[in-house]
Every structure is written in C-alpha cells, then in structure tokens.
C-alpha cells in the first residue's frame, strides 16, 4: 500500500545491509520490503500482507516462519489482453511481461494455495477466504 522510493545507491547500501526482507529487480525496476516495515506492523498487532513478484514470495517463504505463499495467476492470454487494453507500455515491454509470467507459471506449485484471476470477484473472494482461514489457524496456534 506504502512505496518508498530510493535511489539505486541507496537501495544497493541497504541490501548490503541486510535491511530487506526480500527484493528483485523486475523490467528494468528494484523493488523490496524492508524488514523496519514488518516489524513495525507486528508491533501494532497487525499480520503483514504482502504483494510480491513471485521470486520475492519464495525467498519469504524461506526466510519466515508461518509464511503462507498465494500464487495468483490468470491465463496468459487474458494477461496479454489486460496489458495491451492498459495501453500503458510499449509492445516490447508487454512481451517481456509475458515472457516473466510464463516463467513465473511454472513456480505456482511452490506456492502453498492458487488463485486463479480468471474472473475479478471471484478471485477476490476466494484471497479473502484464503486470508481469514490462515489468521484464524495463526490465531490458534498462538493461543496454544
């Protein structure tokens, strides 16, 4: 939901640092989840949820305890349909998309739950149940 945008020096000093959670460089971009954001999240109480390319997901799911991994896919044709209807890159740049989804296509058994993003509500439907199912069994776990 929040972005901070750092210059390529600074991103670069604090993955040395070890101060991201995960990070991947994806078309031409850096992006990460510094691990001061978790951890201020969990000191309100609240369980993060994050968005990530599907490389950042799995380096979580090593590197935390409990994490649960939701590939969400769509067909590719539909993907290429929605990208080309955005009209907001370059053909060269969709194909390259394209090419990273098919990629990313077969990781979706590392994951532990799909999603298919054939249909919007649905899809949003079925997260949220996802969601709710594993804070409550966290929830559990923890009153244990």
Known sequence: ???????????ERRVQAGEFLEWVDYVGNRYGTL??????????????????ETEGALRVKRRVEGAVTIFVTAPVDELERRLRHRDTESSGAIDDRLAIARH???QQDEFDEV?????????ASRLAEIVARHLANAATMARR
């Open 1 to 11: 939901m929040h972005y901070h945008f750092l210059s390529q020096d600074e991103f």
């Open 35 to 52: 691990n001061s954001e978790i951890d201020r999240l969990r000191a309100e109480g609240l369980a993060p949820l994050l968005e990530l």
């Open 104 to 106: 990313q296509l077969t």
């Open 115 to 123: 999603v298919e993003n054939d249909d919007r509500e649905q899809a």
